[in-house]
């Protein structure tokens, strides 16, 4: 789990993986989805350094947590952590990748991704098809034409691959100064096609004020429905 960010995009003091929603941080409700899944055995989670807002947290529905230290970029962080993972985490063994604020992750989600990503021989990630209509802007940001939105689709997270395989995908993109913004995008630079597993559409990213709105409804709500 990267999470060493400053969420500057967000506009907040504090970095938005550790905003409050639903009673819980960001990151806790993410730790809590993946740990309550009974497919996953701990976490490793990336952290800046000498970051002052980290619960301190070992453990987590029964489940080990582990840190390191993370990097300026995503990949920086997800390449420190795979890393650190202790040596039994062999190279063939699957690892997920999950952004510290996206705290809505269904366990139906989860459950489909790793059940397909272990019958893949590349792995898979979480994604959505786009559904809404998509322009391309001009230099004056005027819409100077309409994209097929056929093929398209809105990669989310958790992403699944082997560890080996990712760790090799990211340094490889590294020795070039290639910009890889998420996991399948390193793997797709080696010409690996990870499988695209429809994942729910309210499994957002929380970036602007807004969406830590959306996400405290949707957390909310998911907690009424347990309750009934």
Known sequence: ?????????????????????????????????????????????????????????????????????????????????????????????????????RPCLRSSDLSRLIAIGQADP???????????????????LRSSMTESRDQLWRALTPQMFQRGGLTRALQAAMRVGAKVTDEAMAMERLGLKPRLVEGSEDNLKVTTPADLALAEFILKRGAQQEIR
Do not use: N
């Not at 070992?58 to 993370?70: D, L, Q």
């Not at 590349?122 to 004056?140: E, F, H, S, Y």
């Open 122 to 140: 590349i792995g898979a990630i979480l994604a959505a098809p786009v559904r809404d209509t998509i322009k391309r802007a001009d230099d004056q």
């Open 1 to 101: 789990m990267p999470a060493a960010g400053r969420g500057s995009r967000f506009g907040a003091g504090t970095p938005k993986q550790y905003l409050q929603v639903a009673g819980l941080t960001l990151i806790e409700h993410s730790l809590r989805a993946l740990l309550g899944h009974p497919g996953i055995d701990a976490v490793m989670v990336a952290l800046a350094p000498d970051d002052p807002f980290w619960a301190g947290w070992r453990e987590m529905e029964g489940k080990p947590i582990y840190t390191c230290i993370g990097g300026a970029e995503r990949a920086d962080s997800v390449l420190s952590a795979l890393q650190a993972l202790p040596a039994t985490v062999s190279d063939d063994q699957w690892v997920l990748v999950h952004d510290a604020a």
